[in-house]
């Protein structure tokens, strides 16, 4: 198995996982990776409420993958059952992959959000 392009810092703090990310998630590959390994530190932690700061990251613009990462998201790694409530800070550059992934999670019953601002991200996680 490839070593993953990116790096995760992992801080548990009662409910809520805080992590940053930097490096690259540019295939669907990636992003499955990333996704596993923030979904086992919020299970390892008993977390509920996730906070990726990946302003550090660099994506793809290619929507396709995201489809994907659905399928993975609904039938390998079953995240609607997790009740999490996700936020993730990206990049502005990032936008329309973004909210095309909110909103795919979203219609599959997974509470996750995209932010570009974390004051933003951590107001809604803290409601």
Known sequence: ?????????????????????SGKITTVEDLLSHAKD????????????????????????????????????LNEMKLPDRKYNIACVIPKEFEEAGKFWETACQNRGIDARIFFEKEEAQSWLNK
């Open 38 to 73: 923030v979904d086992a530190a919020a299970l390892r932690y008993g977390c509920t409420k996730v906070y990726n700061d990946l302003l550090q990251t660099r994506f793809s613009n290619d929507i396709v993958i995201y489809s994907d990462l659905m399928h993975a998201y």
């Open 1 to 21: 198995m490839k070593k993953p392009s990116y790096e995760i810092l992992f801080m548990p703090k009662k409910d809520m996982l805080y992590t940053v990310t």
